[in-house]
């Protein structure tokens, strides 16, 4: 550096600091400065608007302390992390209103989450009828307006505090190996162990609502002891409180839970165990069609189908790499001298099949697909549905590509997502998954890896967003998110590229060289998994599928047991559909009714006059009905609705 050059405010202040601000600029601040100082130095008004800050995408109070290189966000009341700093604090408040109201209460952890928060309790004998009072306690809690003090005490001293409360202590236990002293929060009479942040009142909260209580084990751990934890949710007003409440019992309607028992769909019972679902005859169909529909693109696509058992010797675990990134997720168990485990994924059985054949570069790529059913040991208390089990079936596929074929491979994976999207009208997310913190691979061969995908979006022009730390441990992924009728989002099709599972099986192909090279895997899946996906669907449409999924296609209702015979026979014309005749001993309200709760997509009707003119009566799912039907105009309209695949039934609506 010349003398005429004048040094850099970083350089030249050895006791400050800079941190870089959302716009990529940097500020130069003391050593000391808190997030809150920060903001100050930016401006007056920033400063006094400051509640919270995130310092490299965490989350913190506005007293915690910069540092060095800090990418800075400042919250404020106007930011997105606003609601979840304010939830953060409906939590205290809803522990202090428990421990007004129940002795002897002990405290265990209270977070925010995406749509509200919830806090655990021990020793709490509560039921959902108590829920109206507590939820008065918070209210009126929030309307005393405590202040909400932060203060940083030793270890010791929070170990005083702490000495009624066992759970407490055994995070505190935890701090005490990171820091010598540890935050607390207190509103009013009460206080609590915390990081924050919080909003500096109670009066800060806007409207709350507690909304049921579950159980849930200490640290997520089936081991641990069970414990009471209490949901809610809290907004900035009562208007965006009450949007939240309509969107959730909408939720609650199309909860697939409550329909497959409707239609008899699935069953998840405790004889046969948690988190394996049973398929009844209605869903198995469901199952079957959506199995014909990827084969029939898998087939398109040059796939060849393998299969590959349930159970392996952890030898394969342990040279695939996920016996030391994913044992903890594995049904582990010995037999005679040897372990093995039920499979987690079916890519190592495939990368073992490419194995066992020499290829030469004019074979490649070579694509293997099996609906493959895995194991994966989820905690009992994250079970839930067909959303996450136990056991679950992938619409799999491995390809062992050139690397010169990677990214043409990677396009025609997404045109086949892409199909999958329009032909059941979802809308979807898309996000790049980066190398995970548990992971194995060279720096150099991750960021290959990741360049090449990022690439094959950037030339799709699709929007995607950038998820650090999500990817698999051996590569990273395109994900894409389905969005359902209601605006959630749920986990779906993925690309994966994988550069790490060839070399630990040492797969090799013969170039055009005359010698052995590397291919690259890539992982991939059309629906996911084919419980998320149905359980998608079954939300999605709220039970009401298309005529090409629906269990039962047509139902035929005789008007009288006069006409019985008749509804038989035309049931027959329709025997390449799924057709049942009702020959209960009921009205044809009542059988009108029951067709449409069954969500049943048409009902023919037939009665002494149509059995006289050789028609039919049709109603389809909207109660819209046409009289004078010719049977074989009808039969034509639902093979072309079937074939075509429509979203909805459409025979009246084409009127």
């Known amino acids: 550096m010349s003398e005429s050059e004048p040094e850099s405010e970083s350089e030249s202040d050895a006791e400050g600091i800079v941190v870089v601000l959302p716009d990529g ?13 920060c903001a100050y130095e930016i401006g007056p008004g920033l400063g006094r608007d400051t509640v919270a800050g995130k310092l490299d995408g965490d989350l913190v109070a506005k007293e915690e302390p910069a540092y060095d290189g800090a990418e800075l966000e400042i919250i404020t009341d106007q930011s997105d992390e606003f609601i979840r700093v304010m939830r953060h604090s409906a939590a205290h408040c809803l522990a202090q209103a428990v421990e007004r109201h ?44 405590y202040e909400i003090e932060r203060e940083e005490v030793s270890i010791e001293d929070a170990e005083e505090r702490l000495a009624d409360e066992p759970y407490k202590l055994e ?51 089936e081991e641990n002891t069970m414990q009471t934890r209490i949901y809610g949710t809290a907004f900035e007003d009562e208007s965006d409180l009450e949007a939240f409440l309509e969107r959730k019992e909408e939720a609650e309607e199309r909860d697939h839970r409550k329909i497959g028992n409707e239609m008899n769909l699935f069953s998840i019972q405790d004889v046969t165990g948690p988190g394996l679902p049973l398929y009844h005859p209605p869903g198995k169909t469901i199952l079957k069609e959506l199995e ?43 037999v005679g001298d040897d372990e093995f485990g039920l499979k987690p994924m079916n890519c190592p059985g495939h990368a073992a099949i490419f194995q066992d054949q020499s290829w030469s570069y004019r074979d490649l790529p070579i694509r293997y697909a099996e609906n493959g059913k895995v194991y994966r040991k989820e905690q009992r208390g994250e079970l839930s549905g067909l959303s996450r089990v136990w056991a679950f079936t992938i ?7 050139r690397p010169d074929q990677i990214e043409k491979e990677v396009e025609r994976i997404i045109e086949m997502i ?11 997310e898309v996000s790049l998954a980066t190398r995970p913190e548990k992971s194995v691979g060279s720096d150099e061969i991750w960021e290959r890896a990741e360049s090449t995908l990022e690439s094959v979006l950037e030339e799709s022009k699709m929007d995607y967003e950038i998820e650090a730390g999500d990817g698999a441990f051996y590569g990273p992924k395109i994900d894409f998110g389905f969005e359902d009728a209601i605006g959630r989002v749920w986990d779906g099709p993925t690309v994966q590229l994988d550069f790490n599972m060839p070399e630990r099986f040492d797969l090799s192909y013969v170039g055009e060289d005359n010698e052995e090279h590397r291919p690259v895997m890539i992982h991939r899946g059309i629906y996911g998994s084919y419980e ?37 026979r035309v049931a027959n014309e329709f025997d390449a559909f799924r057709v ?13 009714r029951a067709a449409h709760d069954d969500r049943v997509p048409y009902q023919i009707i037939v009665g002494d006059n149509e059995e006289e003119d050789g028609t039919i009566s049709v109603r389809d799912r909207f109660e819209d009905q046409k009289y004078d039907v010719e049977i074989d105009a009808f039969r034509e309209h639902l093979e072309a609705e079937r074939d075509e695949k429509r979203t909805e039934p459409d025979f009246l609506q084409d009127e």
Not at 541 to 567: C, T
């Open 25 to 37: 600029s940097e500020l130069a601040v003391d050593a000391d400065a808190t997030v809150e100082d």
């Open 102 to 145: 129940y002795d002897d209460v002990d405290l265990a952890i209270g977070p925010p989450t995406d749509e509200g928060f919830y806090y655990d309790f021990d020793n709490l004998d509560i039921d959902e009828d108590d829920l109206p009072e507590l939820e008065a306690e918070m209210e009126a809690i929030i309307d005393d307006d």
């Open 171 to 221: 995070l505190l236990e935890e701090l005490a190996e990171e820091s010598d002293t540890v935050t607390f929060y207190s509103q009013g009479e009460w206080e609590d162990l915390c990081a924050g942040p919080h909003v500096d009142s109670t009066g800060e909260i806007g409207a709350v609502k507690l909304l049921e209580i579950a159980g849930a084990y200490w640290r997520g751990d």
């Open 292 to 334: 014909d529909f990827v084969e029939a693109l898998n087939q398109d696509a040059g796939y060849d189908y393998v299969e590959t058992p349930h159970v392996f010797k952890t030898d394969l675990w342990h040279r695939s790499g996920h016996y030391e990134n994913y044992q903890d997720d594995m049904f582990v168990f010995d």
């Open 395 to 401: 619409d799999d596929g491995h390809l062992f590509v």
């Open 418 to 428: 892409f199909t999958v999207l329009e032909t059941f009208d979802l809308d979807y």
């Open 532 to 568: 998320r996906f149905f359980m998608v669907l079954i939300e999605h449409y709220e039970g009401k599928f298309p005529l090409w999924l629906a269990p039962e296609q047509v139902r035929v209702l005789p008007i009288s047991d006069d006409n019985l015979g008749y509804a038989h």
């Open 580 to 592: 049942e005749v009702d020959d209960r001993d009921s009205t044809l309200e009542r059988k009108i």
